[in-house]
């Protein structure tokens, strides 16, 4: 599935510019960061700072982690793994809980990376971040539902995008039901947000147009539905069923009124 999504950008995808550039700050290690996390390493990714306070019980059967990791905090668990993976991922963990009002160490590191990826619950936390973000670096959100059956993924680019805030809410989600199993929807979700970063990794440098269809900044937000024909297609093969790609104007065609990201407009 995952590879089905990536077709058109195979040959694309310059794994050494990745490697040698990019600076990556994640928040939130649950199933969706989780698999984003295995995803941004393989396409050559090796510079991670990743915040996550909580530990994997056994509850958490669907978390993504393995049996071996219950007991433990999922960044101790993530740290270990990925320097068993590479010698050469220069990786930090933190595992503070942020909150609106308290952001350390997002703030600290965030003046050191070039894209923050956000998988997070709580929506009011991910857009006080991502506002932070906005006119530092490309800024990506990607959540699973609570009922696991649609997900969402929202970008931003500063200039080019409205922030995550305005994007959300002016973007009218129609057609949010049905569904399947929430793992596949976690793979649509991914697969989604990994496109979008790896559009985003490469944007402003020569060669970027080729991914500028694949990044769309008049769509900032994918609405994912697990069900194929869940929504109109939008004319356009690398968009799958299932995904809806969301323009973010208001009733008269207007972007946002916002300071954060003031002088967009779509
Ligand atoms: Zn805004």
Known sequence: MIDDWFAPLRGLIDVAHIERTVRL???GCGRVGLSFIHIAIARG???LRVIEPDWTESRNYASGFPEAAVGSRKIDFLREHLLRYSSRISFEGASA???ASSVEPFLSWL?????????????EVASAL??????????LYAAVFENGSTGEAAWSLGGQTPCL???VRLSEKRGARGGQTALVDVLSTVNVSVRQFLGLALAGRRGFELFAPYVRPRFPLAV????PGGFV???????????RLVEVVDGNGRGPTCPTCAGYSP
């Not at 994912?224 to 069900?227: E, Q």
């Not at 297609?233 to 995904?243: I, Q, W, Y």
Request: positive net charge; proline residues 6%; contains cysteine.
């Open 224 to 227: 994912v539905v697990n069900r």
């Open 97 to 99: 809980r942020l909150t």
């Open 130 to 139: 991502a506002r932070m973000a906005y006119r530092h670096c490309p800024c």
């Open 111 to 123: 003046s050191r990376s070039t894209h923050v990826a956000l998988f997070l619950d709580s929506f």
């Open 45 to 47: 990714v090796r510079w």
């Open 165 to 167: 805030e305005s994007t």
């Open 233 to 243: 297609e939008m004319g356009s093969p690398d968009v799958p069923s299932g995904v």
């Open 25 to 27: 700050l994640v928040v």
